[in-house]
């Protein structure tokens, strides 16, 4: 229930002097903090307004520095439309690729490209005949690669790759074994003995040798000296060393490189001029 209201007595103010509600005014005080972070927040917009967003996938990474001309590798796991007829590297006053023709410094063309057409004894990457043709039809020379797994049949791993690739004109790259991975209980000698008959089977086929993808230490580790001293290597090497194995051709010397042309970042390669 509500409380009764009570009138005042309007004599209980008489005799009284009457009083002034008088509000002090009190001095501003800033206070450093609230200072400091009005700055920031504003130095924040206004890199955001500037500065064009970065992905935290956007590769800036050191170019090689030499003569060497440059390349890329893609298959299906490249997501995005590809601008073939545009695909530059974009290095800045610091060595690093980005994707603007504005911060560039200096502008390579891409020389090469090499793109996936199997993996394994059935797997066809889906994405390689498009790739394929757009690459001829930019002028980019081209090359496909195949994934190799060690626990399934070489034979059966050079035919689907055969299958997949199709014909491989004389003027397009070599094709390609690549090698990162080994299964349980593989020792070196099984392994080397598959991948030369992976090796041999499509050398024959297509008349040429192919090249041998795999990292520095895969390379060290795992490859016989006849293997390595018979076909040429295609090295992945994430230094801005060149690669510890000897007589490579291509040198793999990022993963995560941005190109322009290419909406993520890629894998780039160089090799000598």
């Known amino acids: 229930m509500a409380a009764t209201q009570r009138r005042p007595n309007a004599s209980a103010g008489k ?42 996938s956007e590769g800036h990474v050191i170019v090689p520095e030499g003569a060497y001309a440059f390349g890329i590798d893609i298959s299906h796991n ?8 545009s695909l530059r590297i974009c290095i800045n006053s610091r060595g690093r690729t980005v994707r603007s023709l504005q911060e560039a410094r200096r502008i390579e063309p891409v020389s090469f490209v ?23 039809s930019a002028g980019i020379p081209r090359g496909a690669y195949h994934f190799y797994r060690t626990s399934r049949d070489p034979a ?43 090796l041999e089977t499509v050398g024959k086929h297509y008349g040429r040798k192919p090249v041998i993808y795999t990292s520095d230490s895969f390379a060290r580790d795992w490859l016989s000296p006849s293997l390595k001293a018979e076909y040429p290597l295609w090295i992945a090497h994430y230094r801005k060393e060149p690669p510890y194995t000897k007589g490579w051709t291509w040198w793999q010397f990022t993963d995560r490189g941005t190109v322009y042309g290419a909406p993520e970042p890629v894998d780039i390669s160089v090799r000598i001029k």
């Open 156 to 198: 059966r791993q050079a035919g689907n790759f055969i299958s997949a690739a199709g014909a491989i004109r004389f003027k397009d790259l070599p094709p390609v074994l690549d090698i990162e991975t080994t299964h349980r209980g593989l020792t070196k000698e099984k392994l080397n003995s598959d991948l030369l008959i992976w």
């Open 15 to 56: 005799g009284r002097k009457k009083r002034r509600n008088k509000r002090r005014i009190r001095p501003l005080r800033v206070q450093w903090w609230w200072v400091a972070a009005s700055f920031t927040a504003a130095a924040l917009l206004y890199l955001i307004a500037v500065r064009p967003a970065v992905s935290k």
């Open 78 to 85: 490249n997501k995005g439309p590809i601008v073939w007829d």
């Open 114 to 136: 090499f793109i996936k057409a199997s993996e394994g004894v059935s797997m066809k990457d889906p994405d390689f005949m498009k790739n394929w043709e757009s690459a001829l």
